[in-house]
């Protein structure tokens, strides 16, 4: 038996292991594709809504494994661009944030990886109160089940870049792509599939290996490892060189263009010199490959604990055409959800 000693949630497993499990409850293999396609085509949220399934293996279903799902408990929506903020509650009384926001190309989901993050990011306020815990596969799903399902839309892209780190909740994360990616589920292009990270470089290089289409960004925010080292901690164990040839190397496995977030702060990290230091990072980091990438600008959000302030708008554009005028792709990011707190760096853990 593979499931014996806990309750398992059935959400957490992949078809392949629902498989497994549904022979040892003395089921048809064949009944997993139906069972998979009610959780994660449907999206059901009870057993009893499976309307092909027999009773008989419903009763099974209910007895051996855990369906419970996490729930809504606050909607925001944004009186400026309709992006929706959604406090998530967990069954263990945490609450994460999630964010949908909505493009011409569809809708898109920001989603937290962890509870709360241990980082230490100075300009974030998802790393204030700490880690609690990193998210079950279920949890993962249900951010983008319980949004698709309130709002009767199928989301088309997810983005992991809510509170958290998403690369030291690798397997579970994995998991969750490929059951959000396949067929019987959601059936999202893993190319719509955005993972942000602070730059675990064992964790980046691991992620390469997997060969997969995702789009890796790199919370860059400095041009040198001293202005990094003052505002992320974790570029105290990973230099800046080493993490740029990482990110070199995933581009060389997957042939994805990589991107490279870089939020604005007066008088830390927007400087002409920063601007032209960092053309200097790229050029050196990449020279003789041909390296696919691009600049995410984004002036640093607000945070109440912190006093970082966004520079103003002409430094924001000299720094932006000193990096274009020396080829960078640059975009300036679009502030979606401001006045509901939904933006980057600003989502949080709480507890019910
Ligand atoms: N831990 C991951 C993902 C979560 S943060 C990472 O570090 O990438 C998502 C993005 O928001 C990161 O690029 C992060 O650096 C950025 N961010 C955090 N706080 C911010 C703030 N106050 N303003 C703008 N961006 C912020």
């Avoid at 085509?41 to 009763?59: G, H, P, V, W, Y």
């Avoid at 998403?166 to 019987?184: G, V």
């Avoid at 050029?283 to 984004?298: C, G, M, P, T």
């Avoid at 607000?302 to 274009?324: C, G, M, Q, W, Y």
Wanted: aromatic residues 8%; hydrophobic residues 35%; charged residues 25%.
């Amino acid at each position: 038996m593979l499931y014996e000693t806990t309750i398992m949630n059935i959400r957490d497993l992949t078809i392949e292991e629902l498989k497994v499990a549904l022979d040892d409850l003395s089921e048809e293999k064949y009944r997993a594709k139906q069972v998979f396609e009610w959780l994660h085509k449907k999206r059901i949220t009870s057993f009893d809504e499976a309307t092909n399934i027999s009773k008989n293996l419903k009763e099974k279903l209910k007895e051996s494994f855990d369906l419970t799902f996490p729930t809504i408990y606050k909607e925001y929506i944004s009186k400026i661009d309709e992006t929706k903020k959604y406090l998530i509650l967990l069954n263990d009384g945490n609450i994460i944030e999630s964010v949908l926001m909505k493009y011409k190309y569809g809708y898109s989901l920001c989603i937290s990886s962890q509870v709360g993050c241990n980082m230490g990011c100075a300009f974030c306020a998802s790393t204030i109160s700490g880690l609690k815990r990193s998210l079950s596969v279920n949890e993962l799903l249900a951010q983008v089940y319980v949004i698709a399902n309130h709002n009767n839309i199928k989301i088309s892209h997810v983005v992991i870049m809510g509170s958290g780190e998403p690369l030291n909740n690798f397997d579970n994360i994995i998991k969750f792509i490929e059951i959000i990616c396949c067929e019987e589920g959601q059936n999202i292009s893993e190319r719509n599939i955005t993972i942000s990270t602070c730059g675990i470089i064992e964790k980046i290089d691991e992620l390469a290996k997997l060969n997969k289409s995702l789009t890796l960004a790199l919370s860059l925010h400095a041009p040198n490892d001293e202005i990094r080292r003052k505002i992320m901690p974790v570029a105290k164990a990973y230099d800046i060189k080493s993490v740029m040839k990482s990110m070199a190397n995933y581009f060389i496995k997957t042939n994805r263009r990589i991107t490279f977030e870089y939020s604005l702060i007066k008088n830390v990290n927007d400087s002409r010199q920063c601007a032209l230091e960092l053309v200097k990072l790229f050029n050196e980091s990449f020279k003789n490959k041909h390296i696919d990438y691009n600049v995410n600008l984004i002036p640093v959000n607000v945070v109440k604990e912190n006093s970082f302030e966004r520079p103003d708008t002409n430094t924001l554009k000299s720094f932006r055409s000193l990096l274009e005028n020396n080829g960078v792709f640059v975009n300036i990011r679009r502030e979606l959800g401001k006045d509901i707190s939904g933006s980057c760096g600003q989502l949080r853990a709480s507890v019910k």
